[in-house]
């Protein structure tokens, strides 16, 4: 693939870039320094399905400062587009994304973040999505085509779900939602697998699959 000299992949520092956004030069680094950050892409302004997308994480702002996380938007068009889009989408709707969104012309940062896929578009990034720990460790990654709109259920599932894992060094069951029991890690010694069946606390399956109820935060 000739864009993408390289394709993060989880667990890499999340690549730094200086670029031109709708709240100035930003430097990615110093933006998301001890914060979650999600970064997301979008294909073009002024489309239908961006608009959806971008105006549901613009709704969902004040909960992902709540969850102690940044947004912040990309797109290969210019910063007069990025600039227009924004002012239209809130006098035709009311909602404002104030969150930065790059202005990617030259197709740097999305060359850099694997975003364009040539199969699907030659010159426009798909819709893709990176959680950033405060470490700035890329945590997990999402792609969609270009005509599916994403999940913002899911994407704050999932932020959730990374948080409380980090917070409780546990593992979480399939379809897990914030209040439910998470899992134990598994026994690596005898003497871990005794105490485990005598846990009057978990619910135990078996002794590799156990889970508990946390406390109250």
């Not at 102690?68 to 909602?95: M, P």
């Not at 197709?107 to 798909?126: D, I, Q, R």
Request: hydrophobic share 40%.
């Amino acid at each position: 693939m000739e864009n993408n000299v390289h394709m993060p992949r989880i667990g890499d520092q999340a690549p730094d870039f200086e670029a031109n956004t709708t709240h100035g030069v930003l430097r990615f680094s110093e933006y998301i320094k001890d914060h979650w950050t999600i970064l997301f892409s979008h294909p073009a302004d002024f489309t239908p399905v961006c608009t959806t997308e971008l105006s549901a994480f613009a709704e969902n702002g004040k909960w992902f400062a709540g969850h102690d996380t940044k947004l912040i938007g990309l797109s290969i068009d210019s910063i007069h587009s990025h600039v227009a889009w924004v002012n239209n989408v809130k006098e035709k709707t009311g909602v404002y994304m104030d969150f930065p969104i790059i202005a990617d012309i030259d197709m740097k940062v999305a060359k850099l973040y694997g975003m364009l896929h040539e199969n699907a578009h030659s010159t426009e990034a798909v819709r893709a999505v990176f959680f950033i720990d405060p470490k700035g460790i890329i945590r997990l990654i999402m792609y969609y085509p270009l005509n599916v709109g994403r999940n913002m259920d899911e994407i704050k599932r999932v932020l959730e779900a990374m948080q409380t894992v980090d917070a409780n060094k546990c593992a979480l069951p399939v379809n897990w939602r914030k209040g439910e029991k998470v899992i134990v890690p598994p026994p690596k010694t005898l003497k871990e697998l005794e105490a485990r069946v005598k846990d009057t606390s978990l619910e135990m399956v078996d002794f590799y699959l156990a889970k508990k109820e946390l406390e109250p935060a």
